[in-house]
Nanobody
Framework: QVQLVESGGGLVQTGGSLTLSCAAS????????MGWFRQAPGKERQFVAT????????YYADWVKCRFTISRDNAKNTVTLQLNSLRPDDTAVYYC?????????????????WGRGTQVTVSS
């Protein structure tokens, strides 16, 4: 079992930045790939970014376009998502996920553990 707790969400103006963190605990969280997803009201949960267990590989959704950066610190069992140049359409609940997705990194079903999410609201 792996437990995930997100933090760092909040209200920010268009063009602003936020740093989301995910604290992992439980059974060897450093052995899992970690991902970030988001879900806006009335929409499906959407892949944002993922990072491999060994930090060698990262992958982003096409729409991120270099605005967001995922990183992890396996010594501290934390994963961070840096959000820059935020826009109102980035407003969503952001979720941290852990799993062994293989090549299916964009699928929610590929991750077995989820946090409860942190709200990000971008005002225009």
């Amino acid at each position: 079992q792996v437990q995930l707790v997100e933090s760092g969400g909040g209200l920010v103006q268009t063009g602003g930045s936020l740093t989301l963190s995910c604290a992992a605990s439980g059974r060897t969280p450093s052995s899992y790939a970690m991902g970030w997803f988001r879900q806006a009201p009335g929409k499906e949960r959407q892949f944002v970014a993922t990072i491999s267990y060994n930090i060698k590989n990262t992958y982003y959704a096409d729409w991120v376009k270099c605005r967001f950066t995922i990183s992890r610190d396996n010594a501290k069992n934390t994963v961070t998502l840096q959000l820059n140049s935020l826009r109102p359409d980035d407003t969503a609940v952001y979720y941290c996920a852990a799993g062994r997705p293989g090549t299916q990194v964009v699928l929610t079903t590929a991750y077995g553990y989820w946090g409860r999410g942190t709200q990000v609201t971008v005002s225009s």
